[in-house]
């Protein structure tokens, strides 16, 4: 017995044909190379993502922390 992913239904869904070739004769769609581009594409930019919302976070950081030195520094 044979396992059908939910992927799979969704390609069947979209284009059954297209299903067919990939799964019954063993065609595999055109454009891999630029699938692969895409997807290395999306991964830097999830890290740009990452890292821009890191340095949000320091500078908040960096801005409480200096309203809190001139606060200290006027109690003086």
Do not use: D, K, N
Request: hydrophobic share 50%.
């Amino acid at each position: 017995m044979e396992i059908i992913r939910a992927s799979e239904l969704g390609e069947y869904y979209y284009c059954a044909r297209s299903w067919w070739l990939r799964r019954v004769v063993g065609r595999e769609p055109e454009g891999a190379e630029r699938r692969a581009f895409g997807t290395i594409s999306h991964v830097r930019h999830g890290r740009l993502v990452v890292f821009s919302q890191r340095l949000l976070w320091l500078g908040f950081a960096l801005l409480i922390g200096g309203i809190g030195l001139v606060v200290w520094a006027g109690a003086w």
